[in-house]
């Protein structure tokens, strides 16, 4: 009788036990994501900012070498210390402004409640000391950042009577500028939440202890009521990590309640404006800091992100409408500023048949491809690009070996982009084919219709 009535109970309680032991796992794997994330993000921008400072200081040192023979005196002046003291410069000044990342806030106050409530792991500990370390980092790079755009704007003016250096100074110019683009750019990747990130947060924001220690601990958080959702960190940067905003207020207004309600309804106000003027000028960062230069936002993008695949097909004819051979392509270009790419692919050509009554599909060769875009203006690009094409129907691959059945193609023309979704952008190409019909089997004029994304 007790086995029996245990069983309905078995039944109840087996859920809960599995819910629960899900749970524990996706917090192990969060810690693990966590350390990992954090470690690697700090590796990436200490790198970054030591070549940085590498190459800032060649090009000082270039500077510097041109200034004595035109002026000792002056160049003694302006380079008094060793112009690859830079980390001594750099530790030696103290700025007030330390960047907020409410995505490593996020984490902190996370792993600070796993840890408060029992939790413990190989990882947790590792994870914390970088959180540490990134934290500690940070500051560094708003350090640095101040720093070269101080000596930068130093040296432009004493320097600007000289017009040897004006390269030497746009060269300073651009280093300073993508290498705060380049900051902005692994901080927008670290700040991208993982499956594994959303899914343990949002088990957790399930939690009524967590949400109380959120608002107990994140200062930002309770100042701007921004509740569970407050790790939307890109309206928000810029502002100053919530130690200092304790600090301030603390010492401005002390404990009165009353006081601490008026600044918590003025600082909602700010918000709300700062986030209409980013709206309004999502690419503006900084109006001080203008480049004086055209910049490629391509240049701190990696690698993979400057990738764009895509395809294209066209249709081939004889005498009548139907199309007897299908041009089917795929290719992958590589996006050398915001305007052009240059690429490559290969084409598979599917015969159809002879006619509407006779289809019958069969190889008819393979191509391959080169091809360059750049934008005219608007939607519009000039496209132009080297093919060779075997134009001779195969039943193995050893017959593509062949070379004198293979035909060349030079192609320049027009092509209309257009959008199709969020994610995939569609094209219209209108190609002539430079090479004498006698030497190729196609139609001097191609049409093709694709797609990238």
């Known amino acids: 009788m007790k086995l029996i009535s245990f069983i309905p109970i078995a039944f109840v309680l087996l859920p809960c036990l599995v819910s629960a032991q899900d749970s524990i796992k996706n917090q192990i794997r969060y810690v693990r994501y966590v350390e990992q994330s954090t470690g690697a993000y700090e590796k990436k921008i200490s790198q970054y900012s030591q070549k940085m400072l590498r190459k800032f200081s060649r090009q000082e040192r270039k500077i510097k070498n041109k200034l004595v023979k035109l002026d000792h005196q002056k160049?003694?002046?302006?380079?008094?210390?060793?112009?690859?003291s830079y980390s001594n410069a750099v530790k030696s000044k103290v700025y007030s402004k330390i960047p907020f990342s409410g995505h490593l806030d996020t984490a902190q106050l996370s792993l600070q409640f796993l840890q408060k409530n029992g939790f413990a792991n190989q990882y947790l500990d590792q994870a914390r000391k970088n959180q540490e370390a990134l934290q500690g980092k940070l500051k560094v790079t708003e350090d640095i950042q101040a720093y070269i755009q101080s000596r930068k704007r130093q040296l432009q003016e004493q320097l600007i009577q000289y017009t040897q250096f004006s390269k030497n100074l746009q060269s300073l110019s651009k280093?300073?500028?993508?290498?705060?683009?380049?900051?902005?750019?692994?901080?927008?990747t670290y700040e991208n939440p993982s499956k594994i990130e959303r899914k343990a947060l949002s088990e957790l924001k399930k939690l009524p202890a967590y949400?109380?220690?959120?608002?107990?601990?994140?200062?930002?958080?309770?100042?701007?009521?921004?509740?569970?959702?407050?790790?939307?960190?890109r309206s928000l940067e810029g502002l100053q990590v919530r130690t200092q905003v304790e600090e301030i207020v603390q010492t401005r207004v002390g404990t009165d309640p009353n006081a601490r309600a008026a600044i918590s309804q003025q600082l909602e106000q700010a918000k709300d404006k700062l986030s209409e003027l980013k709206n309004k000028y999502p690419e503006l960062n900084s109006a001080a800091e203008m480049p004086d230069f055209k910049p490629n936002p391509m240049k701190t993008k990696p690698f993979l992100k400057r990738l764009e695949f895509g395809g294209n097909i066209q249709f081939q004819k004889n005498s009548s409408y139907y199309p007897t051979i299908t041009d089917i392509a795929g290719q992958v270009g590589y996006k050398f500023n915001k305007?052009?790419?240059?690429?490559?692919?290969?084409?598979?050509?599917?015969g159809l048949g002879s006619g509407w009554n006779h289809i019958a599909f069969s190889h008819q060769g393979i191509g391959l491809r080169s091809y360059i875009d750049h934008r005219i203006k608007g939607s519009f690009y000039v496209t132009g690009g080297y093919e060779k094409n075997y134009f001779q129907p195969f039943s193995h691959v050893s017959e593509?070996?062949?070379?004198?059945?293979?035909?060349?193609?030079?192609?320049?023309?027009?092509?209309?982009?257009?959008?199709?979704?969020?994610?995939?952008?569609?094209?219209?190409?209108?190609l002539y084919d430079f090479i004498p019909q006698d030497k190729s089997k196609t139609n001097h004029l191609k049409v093709r219709l694709g797609y990238n994304f």
């Not at 305007?339 to 599917?350: D, E, V």
């Open 211 to 233: 949400n109380e220690f959120v608002k107990n601990n994140s200062i930002v958080g309770s100042l701007f009521n921004l509740g569970e959702d407050y790790n939307n960190t």
């Open 400 to 430: 593509l070996y062949r070379s004198h059945h293979w035909t060349e193609s030079a192609l320049l023309g027009i092509s209309k982009k257009y959008k199709i979704n969020a994610k995939m952008k569609g094209n219209l190409q209108l």
């Open 339 to 350: 305007n052009g790419s240059i690429g490559i692919g290969i084409s598979y050509k599917l």
């Open 75 to 84: 160049a003694k002046e302006l380079f008094a210390s060793d112009v690859q």
């Open 175 to 188: 280093q300073a500028y993508y290498y705060k683009e380049q900051l902005a750019e692994y901080k927008s």
